[in-house]
């Protein structure tokens, strides 16, 4: 039976030892971390600087443990220590990189230690007990210490990321309303993360109320990367969140390049239902970034008034025009009414007339064609379309192009700007 305090005072000795050399070890621990997570050693002189002071006061704390027989549950990360895992939360560093950097020292360290108890202790017994000893204490210390700095590491993650985000944020304000004079597009662009030269198009991302999802915004910025990676944009996307289940989108494109309906339905293909999204046409530069996102707003405030019933996918270049004249919904409810009379008339059957006439008209008052798109004998068509005509305040003459355009605000608006019955 092995006496606990021979262990104890062998086990000092070899501490002892060690602190002896805490600078050389400091230095191959460095290295080591060179050659297995050069990540953590980059061309940056500060965070060598502080990596190796971690090291240094890691070293010496977990040999005063040692030296003085300090219970390990009691011991608080040294100061350098917490401060570089609050830097490596500032720059993204995967928190696994932290993890692994504690394992690699703890077995290093742990290897010193064996070769010092091997060179200095002959007895198998004493030698079995000291490695024993030395594996439980560096591994509740190890363990303490790790648990500590990770909860260190991920409340600066989330403070960082909070603030990163509310600057951005402010910043994308700044450029949106364009006042105080011509930006500082460096800084800017520093600022938000984004290329403000070139070409981008705006969109609005949103997650209807009616369909609830668990973190919806991981969801939305997911279906923008994935128009970004159809579109083969160039750079990186801007995602502004602008509440829990909504986001604004920047996305950088190459000269000449568009966003496609095809993009924009095969990415909410792969996302929840209730995914909805309106785009901008593409602009160039600050003025760009700012046009292309209020077409998108614009578009998006259609979708809003149209409700549940409208399309997932909204364009500026297919529904500009009926954006634009529905910034003022009264107003546009009092035109469509006075345009379309009794049309107007919330119902099934005025539906189905403006429906009719509607396509009607598109088709340049072909009524095989519009059969055809209805798929309805033409009898019928000419039939809804007298109907529709005798429900109108003036012939079609006088003015068909309004007509056109009430149609059309009422298909994509549906009861907003309809009569109630």
């Not at 002896?20 to 971390?33: F, I, K, N």
């Not at 928190?95 to 010193?112: C, E, K, P």
């Not at 010092?116 to 004493?126: F, P, S």
Request: glycine letters at 10%.
């Amino acid at each position: 039976m092995v006496d606990e305090e021979v262990v104890s005072e062998r086990i000092r000795q070899i501490a002892a030892t060690l602190a002896d050399r805490a600078g050389e070890l400091t230095g191959e621990l460095v290295q080591l971390y060179a050659a297995d997570l050069p990540q953590l050693v980059n061309d940056d002189e500060r965070m060598v600087s502080l990596l190796s002071a971690s090291v240094y006061q890691n070293i010496e704390t977990a040999l005063q443990i040692f030296r003085h027989g300090i219970d390990p549950a009691t011991v608080e990360p040294p100061a350098a220590a917490m401060e570089y895992a609050r830097r490596l939360a500032q720059r993204g560093t995967p928190v696994f990189d932290l993890i692994r950097a504690y394992d690699l020292g703890q077995a290093a360290m742990l290897d010193f230690g064996f070769q010092e108890c091997t060179r200095l202790v002959d007895d198998a017994a004493l030698l079995g007990a000291m490695m024993r000893r030395l594996l439980r204490v560096a591994y509740e210390f190890i363990t303490r210490v790790v648990r500590q700095l990770v909860g260190v590491y991920q409340d600066e993650r989330d403070r960082w990321l909070l603030n990163r985000s509310a600057a951005r944020a402010a910043k994308v304000a700044d450029l949106l309303d364009g006042g105080g004079g011509p930006p500082d597009v460096d800084a800017a662009e520093a600022v938000i993360g984004y290329r403000l030269r070139g070409t981008h198009v705006g969109m609005i991302v949103w997650h209807a109320p009616e369909a609830f999802v668990d973190d919806a915004l991981s969801l939305l910025e997911s279906v923008a990367g994935s128009v970004f990676e159809r579109v083969r944009g160039q750079g990186r996307p801007l995602f502004v969140p602008r509440d829990e289940a909504s986001a604004w989108v920047w996305l950088p494109l190459t000269a000449g390049a568009s966003v496609g309906r095809e993009h924009l339905d095969a990415a909410l293909a792969e996302g929840a239902p209730g995914v909805r999204v309106t785009v901008g046409e593409p602009g160039t530069g600050v003025g760009g970034f700012r046009d292309t996102h209020q077409q998108a707003r614009r578009v998006h405030a259609l979708a809003l008034a149209a409700g549940e019933h409208c399309d997932r996918v909204l364009t500026f270049r297919e529904v500009g025009t009926v954006a634009l004249l529905s910034s003022d919904l009264n107003a546009a409810r009092l035109w469509v009414a006075s345009t379309l009379g009794p049309l107007a008339a919330d119902d099934e059957n005025c539906g189905r007339l403006r429906e009719t006439l509607r396509v009607f008209l598109a088709s340049g008052g072909s009524y095989t064609a519009s059969a055809a798109e209805l798929t309805m004998h033409k009898n019928s068509v000419q039939y809804r379309v007298r109907k529709a005509q005798e429900l109108l305040p003036r012939g079609l003459g006088e003015g068909r192009l309004d007509v056109e355009l009430a149609l059309t605000l009422c298909r994509r608006l549906g009861g907003a700007v309809l009569s109630p019955v």
